[in-house]
């Protein structure tokens, strides 16, 4: 193991030094450490491969990151006791990109390296070994997403020929997105952040520009949310490039086809990754383009230590490896409006009259005219403008899709008369009705409140605080006999939907895509979205909304679109304008004047009181560090934020990490858990 000193001296014996990142995630032992090559493994030890070696007196994994000739320990050293596989699974780049995300959010690079490389599987990687080994007699067929079975060989030497780049009319909606794609079919590293059309077609126009970048000679990843868009990605580009030309990482592919896929890639048999954020870290080939859609959706945000976002792993990788940056949605993010006010990207929008005639018509039920016409819209769920335009849209055969922010049954119940929340009488917990003739029963201790009385009013009936999907669904059932209705959430997510009369009642995300588009798209509860204790509660109402919206025809095809709330708000206005660029300009500003991120670089650290005090007291913050806290976190723990300027950032990393090696060092009992820029500040 390597000391503190360095003598650059090679080791007594003449044995090569290998240095190696122990699977020890600890904050104080978050360094390289030396060990010699044996001869017999000095072929296979190369730079990249799995590695065991003897740590304090165990045998530990870790990962080879280079080989040296000399140590910069003047102690004795120990050599590596097995070379795990020969197969170099850690690129250099990849290597490079976890310790710069490792030191962005005060992390070890232990847990950023088991995030890049997926689990190691035996048999697959005998398998592409020995494919490799005979290519002629068994070609490459990277087994690695829906349609991988029937892929054909990768590119290689002996298939060499580039799929065709776009095609002349590709962007052609967008101004500045011909010049997007010249710009990645000539290798330069253009940065740009895109305001997707209603309706359109993001996966065709994501393919369009994966498609200029390998005509270009260069690689790409690409990383969308979910499983249901990476099989839409993954159909437009086997349509752009071709057969055997990509690879789908994804943890739900499963151990085998993940690390199959992962290993095309790695190996070079393949120039394009697309996949959920475990393609993040995806190791290709002169890469050329780093893209992510929908950036707002918080599965970007890996749950694991140190948590890293999507969104930031590949714009530090656009900028370590001098590659092209599209980020791109129907909303548009704060920290995307920052990147284009910065001039780091350049936004790609289409004008106002390309946009009026692709956008549904929009209205709310809030606003004055509304209200003198139907005085309840302001307290109704259901207005008779949002019913109206459903059966509208159902007698002239068209699909209806109805968007509620709950799953299930009713989440929480209210007193009918005065609309006080009703509580437990034993625990004060929310009571939640389990089906439409179910009792009342307590979220938090499961007692039965079959006799509940309001504490306010005294009065026996319950009314839905907000109503679930299941629970829409049979309510509009119910208002529209007759009519086929079909519920999309957490149970079933549908896909699709054919094109005729119908309802779906949908929960964000969960959203199917019609044929020909819904001829109504109703956004109910929207008070629920915008009055959540949340930094981020209108910038996310006003991404569900659009993803909604953009699946409605365009207005002139008969698409409508109504949203249930006072249109003087400005995420409605944003809506109604379909100006998702204003709306996060506002955000930012707002941002700016009350220090919030991404304006700021925060972090956050929790734990109980003394732990969290302990490590606060070892850091030694930036000067410019204001303490903000504490506020209750869950259980008995709390949570302190620390901010600091932009500039500060890494500063603030690095003391964090620091004082938490403190900790680790001294084996301090009560653990710590640190969050630069966490989703959830509150």
């Known amino acids: 193991m390597t000391g503190t000193r360095r003598s650059d001296r090679r080791p007594a014996d003449g044995s090569p030094v290998a240095r190696v990142c122990v699977d020890v995630p600890l904050a104080h032992l978050d360094r390289p450490f030396d060990y010699l090559v044996p001869a017999e493994l000095d072929a296979d030890a190369v730079p990249g491969v799995r590695v065991k070696v003897r740590f304090a007196g ?20 120990a050599y590596l006791e097995k070379v795990v596989s020969p197969e170099p699974v850690l690129a250099p780049e990849v290597a490079r990109l976890a310790r710069a995300v490792a030191d962005r959010y005060a992390g070890n690079l232990a847990d950023v390296l088991r995030l890049a490389v997926p689990p190691r599987h035996a048999r697959v990687e005998k398998d592409v070994r020995a494919r490799a080994a005979a290519p002629e007699e068994n070609p490459a067929v990277p087994d690695a997403g829906p349609a991988a079975p029937e892929e054909g060989p990768a590119a290689s030497d002996e298939n060499p020929v580039a799929p065709a ?7 052609r909606d967008y101004p500045a997105g011909p010049a997007l794609l010249r710009a990645l079919a000539e290798g330069r590293a253009a940065r740009a952040v895109w305001s997707a059309l209603p309706g359109e077609d993001w996966p065709a126009r994501y393919a369009e520009a994966v498609a200029a970048t390998v005509a270009g000679g260069r690689g790409a990843v690409v990383v969308v949310a ?45 120039a394009v990754v697309v996949g959920t954020r475990a393609a993040m870290f995806a190791p290709v080939a002169r890469l050329g383009l780093v893209a992510i859609w929908d950036d707002g959706d918080d599965l970007h945000a890996e749950p694991r230590a140190p948590y890293p976002h999507a969104r930031e792993v590949l714009l530090t990788r656009a900028q370590l490896g001098d590659a092209a940056a599209l980020v791109g949605g129907y909303t548009r993010t704060a920290e995307a409006q920052l990147l284009v006010e910065t001039g780091w990207a350049r936004e790609v929008v289409a004008d106002r009259a390309t946009l009026r005639a692709r956008m549904p018509a929009i209205a709310p039920t809030g606003d004055d005219p509304q209200l003198a016409r139907d005085p309840g819209a302001a307290t109704a769920r259901l207005p008779s403008l949002a019913w109206t335009t459903a059966r509208d849209s159902l007698r002239a055969d068209l699909p209806v899709l109805v968007q509620v922010p709950r799953r299930g049954y009713l989440p929480s119940v209210a007193c009918a008369e005065c609309r006080t929340p009703a509580r437990c009488p034993h625990c004060a917990g929310p009571l939640a009705l389990p089906s439409a003739e179910g009792t009342p029963a307590c979220r938090w201790c499961g007692r039965v409140a079959a006799a509940y009385a309001c504490p306010e009013c005294g009065g026996r009936r319950l009314r839905a605080s907000v109503t679930g999907a299941r629970r829409t669904a049979e309510e509009l059932g119910r208002a529209f006999p007759g009519v086929p209705v079909r519920t999309s959430g957490r149970e079933e997510v549908l896909a699709t939907v054919p094109g005729g009369a119908g309802l779906v009642v949908a929960t964000p995300g969960a959203e199917p895509v019609a044929d020909g588009g819904f001829g109504a798209v109703l956004l109910l509860d929207s008070w629920a979205l915008l009055t959540r204790a949340d930094l981020r509660a209108g910038e996310e109402a006003l991404r569900r909304w659009l993803a909604a919206a953009a699946l409605a025809r365009p207005a002139a095809d008969g698409g409508r679109v109504v949203v249930v709330a006072d249109g003087a708000l400005a995420p409605v206005q944003a809506l109604l304008r379909w100006d998702a660029g204003w709306f996060a300009a506002r955000e930012l500003a707002e941002r700016r004047e009350l220090g919030f991120p991404p304006a700021v670089r925060m972090a956050s650290v929790t734990g109980l009181p003394a732990a969290v005090a302990d490590l606060l007291a070892e850091a030694r913050l930036p000067a410019e560090a204001e303490l903000l806290g504490p506020v209750p976190a869950d259980g008995e723990r709390e949570r302190m934020l620390v901010r600091v300027p932009r500039a500060r950032a890494g500063a603030l990393a690095g003391a964090l990490h620091s004082a938490a090696g403190v900790r680790t060092a001294r084996k301090a009992a009560e653990p710590v858990r640190l969050q630069v820029d966490p989703l959830a500040l509150f």
């Open 58 to 77: 165990q045998l530990v994994d870790g990962w080879l990151l280079e080989r040296a000739d000399d140590s910069g320990h003047t102690g004795r050293l």
């Open 226 to 270: 979910d499983n249901r868009d990476l099989d839409r990605l993954d159909a437009a580009l086997h349509t752009a490039l071709g057969p055997g030309r990509h690879v789908c990482l994804s943890a739900a592919l499963g151990p085998a086809r993940r690390y199959r896929a992962f290993l095309a890639a790695r190996r070079g048999d393949v």
């Open 165 to 171: 780049g776009p095609g002349p009319d590709a962007w």
